[in-house]
């Protein structure tokens, strides 16, 4: 059974820092990348970040670029998102997903975590 685990959620003040976490079974990790997602009330999804599990190459949006960073821990099957100097508006419920690649459809999704970050 595919899984995709999302911890590390919380509340923070802004200009804190989260990092979250990504478990994966189910599916050979190294086939795989992961990204992170993020939908606050009453805005569509948005894509924070992905990782290429094979190469390592990493994408991050122009509102996270800077802030955020995305690493693999191929040996644990986990993707991290480390975020720093977070803002009131990266506040969202946090998911992450599995894709062939970065820029393709994303087949397997967590069932995401809360982040808020409060002014």
């Known amino acids: 059974e595919v899984q995709l685990v999302e911890s590390g959620g919380g509340l923070v003040q802004a200009g804190g820092s989260l990092r979250l976490s990504c478990a994966a079974s189910?599916?050979?990790?190294?086939?795989?990348?992961i990204g992170w997602f993020r939908q606050a009330p009453g805005k569509e999804r948005e894509g924070v970040s992905c990782?290429?599990?094979?190469?390592?190459?990493?994408y991050y949006a122009d509102s996270v670029k800077g802030r955020f960073t995305i690493s693999s821990d191929n040996a644990k099957n986990t993707v991290y998102l480390q975020m720093n100097s977070l803002k009131p508006e990266d506040t969202a419920v946090y998911y992450c997903?599995?894709?062939?690649?970065?820029?393709?459809?994303?087949?397997?999704w967590g069932q995401g975590t809360q982040v808020t970050v409060s002014s």
């Open positions: 997903a599995a894709t062939d690649g970065c820029a393709y459809e994303y087949d397997y």
């Open positions: 189910g599916f050979t990790f190294d086939d795989y990348a």
């Open positions: 990782i290429s599990s094979s190469d390592g190459s990493t």
